[in-house]
């Protein structure tokens, strides 16, 4: 019903930034798509992980990993959350999933690769 589209991925030094953005598209109460958006990441070997929420009002919540480091915004006339990410670190180096949360379901997007090299 729903359709999570990611772009932004790619490779980094560490210290470097990365953004990340995330289109979403289907069924839309006056243009805009209610929900919670946000993104999680999964690295080699570990379970995914929450990364950072934001609710439609703009109310965001981050894991205490990226805290302070990463800034998630939502524009809800274009249906987009995105991620930007600062002072990457090698621990940062996953598939970052986009995903919407609503009362009658959960959609995630494709997942985009984040490399960080030292």
């Known amino acids: 019903q729903f359709e999570l589209v990611e772009s932004g991925g790619g490779s980094v030094q560490a210290g470097g930034s990365l953004r990340l953005s995330c289109a979403a598209s289907g069924p839309t109460f006056g243009g805009s798509i209610m929900g919670i958006m946000g993104w999680y990441r999964q690295a080699p070997g570990k379970q995914r992980e929450s990364v950072a929420l934001?609710?439609?009002?703009?109310?965001?919540d981050y894991s205490a990993s990226v805290k302070g480091r990463f800034i998630i915004s939502r524009d809800n006339a274009k249906n987009t959350v995105y991620l930007q990410m600062n002072h990457l670190q090698r621990a940062d180096a996953a598939v970052y999933y986009c995903?919407?949360?609503?009362?009658?379901?959960?959609?995630w997007g494709q997942g985009t690769q984040v490399t960080v090299s030292s």
């Open positions: 995903t919407l949360r609503r009362r009658d379901s959960h959609t």
């Open positions: 934001i609710g439609y009002d703009g109310n965001a």
